[in-house]
T-cell receptor, first 112, second 113 residues
Framework: KAGVTQTPRYLIKTRGQQVTLSCSPISGHRSVSWYQQTPGQGLQFLFEYFSETQRNKGNFPGRFSGRQFSNSRSEMNVSTLELGDSALYLC???????????FGPGTRLTVL | QKEVEQDPGPLSVPEGAIVSLNCTYSNSAFQYFMWYRQYSRKGPELLMYTYSSGNKEDGRFTAQVDKSSKYISLFIRDSQPSDSATYLCAMSAWRGGADGLTFGKGTHLIIQP
């Protein structure tokens, strides 16, 4: 069974730009969660989608948004990029009925 | 006080040793506990998943949860150089993962050949 895939793997943007990251969950998984990982803060929860609905959101500004499509694929968007948004963005999928979350390899975003 | 505390290490042990990794937490609502392993420049890999208090064993790995002390542990027996990685504890209050996982910052483990 294929794992979680994320595209692109690496991205370089400049301040003020916006970016869209994509995540394809494990086949059959309906829940997709997004996390930001930085050396200073560690892994922090951004939001979770289940059947195209956002069920919960972490403590991030409104510049961070996401959506989920009917095939469970998800996208995350960050607008008006700041230097502090440089991080590894991780997507995790889950069947939705349990808490085991399986992570993708992440997208490394660098904001210059 | 952070919700989940984890010693960042590095923790360096010789090959074959038993490794003990630990996390403490403050939120008594946490019921689901996980351990992930993360190699450099990779995503976290789920190692163990437990619910409530008790022990769970899987191969060389044993996870322990003591909810009364708000303390969880991961033991690695017969440690191998390939076990060298960062180990992250994670926990959640809700079944289904909708509340997101709360992570420790990770312990960097080095197994010396």
């Amino acid at each position: 069974k294929a794992g979680v895939t994320q595209t692109p793997r690496y991205l370089i943007k400049t301040r003020g730009q916006q970016v869209t990251l994509s995540c394809s969950p494990i086949s059959g998984h309906r829940s997709v969660s997004w996390y930001q990982q930085t050396p200073g803060q560690g892994l922090q929860f951004l939001f979770e989608y289940f059947s195209e609905t956002q069920r919960n959101k972490g403590n991030f500004p409104g510049r961070f948004s996401g959506r989920q499509f009917s095939n469970s694929r998800s996208e995350m968007n960050v607008s008006t990029l700041e230097l502090g948004d440089s991080a590894l963005y991780l997507c995790a999928s889950s069947p939705g009925q349990a808490n085991e979350q399986f992570f993708g390899p992440g997208t490394r975003l660098t904001v210059l | 006080q952070k919700e989940v505390e984890q010693d960042p290490g590095p923790l360096s042990v010789p090959e074959g040793a038993i490794v003990s990794l630990n996390c403490t937490y403050s939120n008594s609502a946490f019921q689901y506990f996980m351990w992930y392993r993360q190699y450099s420049r990779k995503g976290p890999e789920l190692l163990m998943y437990t619910y409530s208090s008790g022990n769970k064993e899987d191969g060389r790995f044993t996870a322990q949860v003591d909810k009364s002390s708000k303390y969880i542990s991961l033991f690695i027996r017969d440690s191998q150089p390939s076990d060298s990685a960062t180990y992250l504890c994670a926990m959640s209050a809700w079944r289904g993962g909708a509340d997101g996982l709360t992570f420790g910052k990770g312990t960097h483990l080095i197994i010396q050949p």
